[in-house]
């Protein structure tokens, strides 16, 4: 096996103009958190007791039982050591590598829940049981008939004050709660959403404890029927789950009453807003935009490392063949993506810093963020998932066909992080919640209202400039203010729209069907602005060293003309950028493309992330890939035996049925 890192990686290296621990830092916040990272990632990846055969040689069931085993080992460990709270994340990501876990929800959105939805005697009561895993929990929502539309769920919870308990009801198959991680084979308890009705009147969705499983034998308690939902396109190491109830009771503290009350005579008092109740999905919202950036990261380095190992074809008759990142066809395949995951990267820690100041607000009774926060959330989330998305699937291409093998990681870091332009809010549905927001916030400045935030641009539409203008495309002011113009002006047609339906006799929900295609295009500018505008941002930090702020402004730039570049019919249709702009833009691109790619194997490695974390032969950090794909291939199940047993049983008579019929 060969020791030594790849010659044309090394060399890769050597040429870079940066040291790539320096972007390293400035990604995680400092020398010290990266030093910590390292440690803890180290600690994970050579702990002999989470080592196990490949799980692409598993079967869902293995997976499962897997990964099972090593959470709990995991949480043992997390204890024993004593990692703080705050570092917790770098040892679990190197525990779990780019698979979901069986108790990802209970971390994720059981224990949120109960932070944020509990009153403090309910805190007292379960906190101290779900933080020590003495019960693990899932968050029970979506149902098979309704996952979205979060006010039609039909689970009921009905209280009855002659005993002050709710009564839990699965009315209907479409009520079976379907999805929910953990819940087929793991969990014990969960947070259920289901329809509160007293005395015969609904109050919409609220959170409800409740325990599914005996803490005995973990049987389900009577009148609870649970298990798991089937195999799925990814997440195989996750029990998904259904579950049903049938007159199941609980007691009437077992609604989460932080917000709203139901008091023992079944008065019910009123949230300060019904929204409160749907508090998690946004902190998780605000976790995937920073998922999103990462997992994009990860799939650039795979295919980036081996785009410099793989060479390919004839550039030149009777030269060697070159690398195939050297074809400037690959660097427009790949750069826009490694430009787009420093971009959601940078996106993502915004997100959680505005998340954790509202929260801190919201939590202390001032819930005047709520609704810039919600639409924030759901707008990033959207638009992240789906660059992320778009972004691994190309990545996988750019490989040719070990892309498409499970040896490269992209199938399995595809599948598993695909569902994230699906869960905690479908991606088109979130981008019409911004847009509502949008419009909203575009009616108030109408009307002369200051806006705040991340909609304040839109109180004034710049002018179209005079013709004959020349713009430098490179400068990251001109290119922060034309996606903003493009945003606020797709936010102007899309109020124009709406208007326009209204006015030829549609009602609101029909106009705003009707105008649905423009509110997401605007929502989707937006949320590129916020993206543009807050990388441009964070390169003008005086402590950034001049060494890598160079390479940065170049990904700045091409990000942002890149976006432009596909999306140029949005930025000439009023005649804000010329065709000469648009022009000059795609010739930034293919230079700016030159002047990275001698820095794109730093500019991976800068992300940091271990070969067990990315575990991927094309993506190794040595660039021995060939060798290593055929000890993985060996490695195959298929490959336990010269002869496979199916010979015996189909191959063999079938071939001396035919040899004798010769
Ligand atoms: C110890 C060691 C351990 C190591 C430790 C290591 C530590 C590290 C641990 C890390 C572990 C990580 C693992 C994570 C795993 C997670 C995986 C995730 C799995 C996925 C989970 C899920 O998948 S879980 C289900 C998600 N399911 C949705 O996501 C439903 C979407 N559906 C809706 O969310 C609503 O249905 C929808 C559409 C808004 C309409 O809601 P609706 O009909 O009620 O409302 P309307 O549309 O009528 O709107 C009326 C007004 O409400 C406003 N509004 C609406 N929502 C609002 C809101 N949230 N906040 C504020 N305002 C809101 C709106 O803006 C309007 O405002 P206005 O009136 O002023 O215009
Ligand atoms: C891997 C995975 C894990 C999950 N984990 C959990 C979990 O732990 N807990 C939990 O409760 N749930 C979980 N879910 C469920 C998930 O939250 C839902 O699937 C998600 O919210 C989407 O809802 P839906 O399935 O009803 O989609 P639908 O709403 O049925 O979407 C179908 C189509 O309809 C469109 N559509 C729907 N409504 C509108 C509208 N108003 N306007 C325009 N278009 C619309 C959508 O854009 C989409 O194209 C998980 C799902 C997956 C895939």
């Known amino acids: 096996m060969a020791a030594t890192v790849n010659p044309d990686l090394k060399k890769e290296r050597e040429n870079s103009s940066f040291d790539p621990n320096k972007i390293t830092s400035f990604l995680y916040g400092g020398p010290e958190i990266v030093k910590k990272k390292r440690e803890l990632e180290s600690l994970a990846l050579n702990d002999p007791d989470y080592q196990h055969e490949d799980l692409n040689f598993m079967s869902q069931e293995q997976q499962y039982e897997t990964f099972l085993k090593k959470t709990l080992l995991m949480v043992t460990k997390v204890r024993e050591l004593k990692i703080d709270v705050a570092d917790r994340h770098f040892y679990r990501s190197a525990v779990i590598g780019t698979n979901p876990d069986p108790l990802g929800l209970h971390v994720g959105m059981f224990l949120p829940t109960l932070y944020g939805q509990a009153s403090q005697e309910q805190k007292d009561k379960w906190l101290k049981m ?60 969960c947070v259920l959403m289901a329809q509160l009705y007293i005395h015969g009147k609904s109050y919409g969705p609220h ?20 298990g798991d939902i089937g195999p799925k396109f990814g997440y195989g190491s996750v029990d998904n789950g259904f579950l049903a109830f049938n007159n ?33 999905m946004v902190q998780v919202r605000a976790n995937i935009v920073v998922n999103s950036g990462r997992v994009l990261a990860k799939a650039v380095t795979i295919a980036t490392r081996y785009s410099c190992v793989r060479r390919q074809s004839e550039m030149k008759p009777g ?15 790949l750069f826009p993506y490694l430009a787009a995951a420093y971009a959601f990267w940078l996106t993502g820690q915004t997100m959680m810093s505005v998340y954790t100041t509202s929260s801190n607000q919201i939590s202390k009774g001032d819930i005047s963020a709520l609704p810039e926060l919600h639409a924030l959330s759901a707008g990033l989330k959207a638009l992240s998932s789906w660059v992320a998305n778009v972004g691994m699937e190309e990545c996988r291409m750019a490989c040719g066909g070990h892309g498409y093998s499970h040896a490269s990681g992209l199938p399995r870091l595809y599948a598993n992080m695909t569902p994230g332009a699906t869960y905690e809010g479908e991606n088109t549905v979130m981008m019409l919640q911004t847009a509502r927001y949008l419009m909203k916030s575009y009616n108030q400045s109408l009307q002369g209202e200051k806006l705040a935030g991340s909609v304040a641009y839109l109180s004034g539409v710049q002018p179209v400039p005079a013709a004959g203008r020349t713009r430098n495309m490179l400068d990251l002011g001109v290119l922060c203010d034309a996606y903003r113009h493009r945003a606020a002006r797709l936010v102007h047609e899309a109020a124009v729209q709406l208007r326009n339906e209204r006015q030829a006799g549609k009602d609101q929900p029909d106009a705003w069907n009707a105008a649905s295609v423009d509110l997401v295009k605007a929502a989707m500018a937006h949320s590129q602005y916020f993206v543009v505008k807050n990388f441009a941002e964070r390169l003008t930090d005086s402590t950034l060293d001049s060494s890598i702020s160079d390479v940065l402004t170049r990904l700045c730039q091409l990000h942002a003309l890149h976006g432009l570049v596909t999306n140029s019919g949005d930025f000439l249709e009023d005649g804000y950028l010329t065709g000469t702009d648009v022009r000059q833009a795609r010739r930034h691109i293919n230079a700016l493309m030159a002047k990275l790619r001698p820095d794109a194997v730093a500019l991976v490695d800068a992300f940091d992330f271990p070969d067990g974390i990315l575990n991927s032969v094309l993506g190794r950090y040595d660039g021995n890939v060939y060798e290593h794909l055929l000890e993985w291939a060996k490695a195959s199940p298929l490959n336990k035996t010269d002869v496979h047993q199916s010979y015996h049983k189909y191959l063999k008579p079938f071939l001396e049925d035919n040899r004798a019929k010769l």
């Open 248 to 280: 199941v009771r609980i007691p009437r503290e077992n609604m989460l009453m932080k917000y709203s009350k139901v008091e023992p005579d079944g008065t019910y008092v009123k949230p300060p807003s019904t929204k409160l109740a749907y508090g998690t």
């Open 130 to 189: 779900a933080e020590n895993f003495a019960i693990i929990g899932t968050y029970a929502q979506t149902e098979m008939g309704h996952g979205t539309f979060l006010r039609g769920l039909e689970t009921t919870a009905t209280y009855d004050p002659t005993t002050q308990e709710f009564v839990i009801n699965t009315p209907t198959i479409t009520a079976y709660k379907w999805w929910p991680g953990g819940l087929g084979k793991t969990s014990n308890y």
């Open 319 to 333: 030269h060697p063949e070159p690398q195939v990142l050297d074809y400037v066809t690959q660097q427009y395949k």
């Open 207 to 226: 959170p409800f404890m409740v325990q599914i499983r005996s803490l005995q034998d973990h049987k389900p308690l009577p009148g609870v029927t649970v």
